[in-house]
């Protein structure tokens, strides 16, 4: 395991700025403005998921009902991936129009040592967007990436073998998506690889199929906004985690987006989640994980699926 530099690391800066009538106002607007933009963006990914419905199943559509509990599996599924890809373009535009008015209305001269957490989704482009826009050096603008994968990861992994998910290790790297990538050569219990006792782990020539695990963490979005239209806590509590690190100067490692041009043979300008060291400068540390050769060609695969869209972004 090797920690590479993250970047100078910035001393911090807590200059006393008192909160003005005009101060209060401007973030006031801020917000009202930013949601409505969010608020347009979701219209917009709904739009997108009923016209892919329409023209991919009209029977289904035309059924009338809108309740994706009472579909067949098929017509469920083709709702959810058509919002999850409805929902993608439309994010992109939401992310770029926020970012652009954030820098437009100086919000960093408000908070100029400040630290980005990207949360929205897609959020690995959308932490290349604030990482262009915002100027700021890379080890203060984080994407949430994979840090909720990693701890459904440990979570469901802890389920299994019946321990507490705080003593099982493990990691989901890259894309926070379905092009993630679960790091079985590294999942270990208190220092005993699966991966000795398990050799074909994760793999499809696994007999006890350990892959349902990932296929697990992937899914849980989708049946989240199945069930209740919208997923809330699970990323408040990753997010809060991540903040706490940084506010209390933690230098916890998460599994947190960053930029990796030049890590496991990636050569695209991109973001995606590897372990990073979070203190009050922000990233402090890359730790560059030891991956099998099929994990670390996974993690290239999910680079290009990435870097394919976000090439179309213009600046």
């Known amino acids: 395991m090797e920690a590479a530099d993250a970047g100078a690391a910035e001393p911090s800066s807590r200059p006393e700025a008192s909160a003005s009538a005009d101060d209060r106002l401007f973030l006031v607007k801020g917000g009202i403005f ?10 917009a990914g709904f739009a997108t998921t009923l016209s892919l419905a329409k023209k991919k199943s009209p029977e289904w559509f035309n059924k009338g009902s809108m309740a994706t509990a009472a579909l067949p599996e098929s017509g469920s599924s083709l709702a959810l991936r058509a919002l999850g890809w409805g929902s993608l373009y439309a994010w992109c535009g939401v992310g770029v129009i926020s970012f652009a008015v954030w820098k ?19 959020v690995d482009i959308l932490t290349y967007v604030a990482w262009k826009l915002s100027a700021f050096p890379q080890n203060r ?7 909720l994968d990693t701890a459904r990861f440990r979570f469901l992994i802890g389920q299994r073998l019946s321990i507490h998910s705080e003593s099982c290790h493990g990691w989901i790297l890259g894309e926070h998506g379905d092009s993630s990538v679960p790091v079985w050569s590294g999942v270990n219990i208190a220092g005993v690889p699966l991966k000795e006792l398990n050799l074909d782990i994760g793999t499809d020539k696994d007999p006890e199929q350990w892959k349902n695990v990932h296929r697990d963490v992937v899914a849980s979005a989708y049946e989240i906004i199945k069930m209740k239209g919208y997923t809330s806590w699970a990323i408040g509590l990753s997010v809060a985690d991540l903040t706490e690190s940084i506010l209390k100067n933690l230098r916890r490692v998460h599994p947190v987006s960053t930029r990796i041009k030049g ?5 695209e300008e ?3 989640s590897v372990p990073c060291i979070l203190g009050e400068s922000g990233i402090t540390d890359l730790i560059k994980v030891k991956l099998a050769p099929e994990e670390e060609a996974r993690l290239q695969k999910s680079a290009k699926t990435l870097w394919d869209i976000q090439k179309e972004l213009k600046f």
């Open 34 to 43: 930013l949601g409505s933009v969010a608020a347009a963006g979701m219209l």
């Open 263 to 267: 890590l496991y043979g990636i050569n």
């Open 141 to 147: 603008v984080i994407g949430s990436g994979c840090n």
């Open 104 to 122: 437009a209305l100086g919000v960093h001269s408000y908070s100029p040592c400040c630290k980005l957490i990207v949360v929205s989704n897609p």
């Open 270 to 272: 991109v973001f995606l």
